[in-house]
């Protein structure tokens, strides 16, 4: 066999070889996507489920007025999806009606970060009250 033979053949190799490489990474892929599409949609909508479930459950408990439920119910939830914006929405909601300003203001302001649509009818109204009543609040003189 001559040297330019053994050069095209090792050129076809070389070709074969990138082929197979190929159809390795699209099948590698294909059958990642067979498997993680399942999980992630499964996930949104535990996701989804769970946000559905807190809105529902968090308006009642503050319509009920049970406060300190519902701060355990959003710690729950945080827990779980530490940036769950309903669970951090709610969480500031109730401190705000315990008049625990900068527990409220920490985490409407975590709300404000992170859904910037909400900001100006859900949020702002809030913050500003809060910071009004932060301005406006005297300590008590303790004397001994």
Request: proline share 3%; glycine share 4%; net charge negative.
């Amino acid at each position: 066999m001559d040297q330019t033979a053994i050069n095209t053949l090792l050129h076809d190799v070389h070709e074969i070889k990138l082929i197979l490489i190929g159809l390795l990474v699209l099948l590698s892929l294909i059958v990642a996507g067979v498997i993680l599409i399942p999980i992630i949609a499964k996930k949104l909508s535990s996701e989804k489920q769970a946000t559905d479930d807190l809105k529902e459950k968090g308006r009642e408990l503050l319509d009920k007025g049970e406060i300190d439920r519902l701060i355990d119910l959003c710690n729950e939830k945080i827990k779980e999806y530490p940036s769950h914006s309903h669970a951090h929405w709610f969480l500031g909601l109730a401190y705000y009606r315990k008049k625990e300003w900068r527990k409220s203001l920490n985490e409407l302001e975590f709300v404000w970060n992170i859904e910037p649509g909400w900001r100006e009818e859900h949020i702002d109204p809030y913050l500003k009250d809060i910071r009004k009543e932060e301005k406006s609040f005297k300590p008590e003189v303790v004397r001994d």
